[in-house]
C-alpha cells in the first residue's frame, strides 16, 4: 500500500498492484537465502554470532 500524508493531516492509502509489490520478491530472495520459515531451524549462515559485519 501506498501512502500519502496530506498537508491538512490527512492520510490518504492507495492499494498497490501485486506485481508491483516487492514484497513477495523480497520474501523469496530470503528464503532462498536462509531458508524457509517452515523448517525447524532457519540457516543463517556461517558467520552467525561472530563480531563480522558485512
Same mark, same amino acid.
Given at each position: 500500500m501506498k501512502r500519502k500524508? @496530506?498537508?491538512? %493531516? =490527512? $492520510?490518504?492509502m492507495k492499494r498497490t498492484? $501485486? @506485481?508491483?509489490?516487492d514484497f513477495w520478491k523480497v520474501v523469496d @530472495? =530470503? !528464503?532462498k537465502?536462509?531458508?524457509? /520459515? !517452515?523448517t525447524l !531451524? /532457519?540457516?543463517?549462515g556461517e558467520d /552467525? %554470532?561472530?563480531e563480522n559485519f558485512d
Open positions: 500524508l @496530506e498537508s491538512d %493531516g =490527512q $492520510i490518504t498492484a $501485486i @506485481e508491483t509489490s @530472495e =530470503q !528464503e537465502k536462509y531458508g524457509s /520459515v !517452515e !531451524e /532457519v540457516n543463517w /552467525v %554470532g561472530s
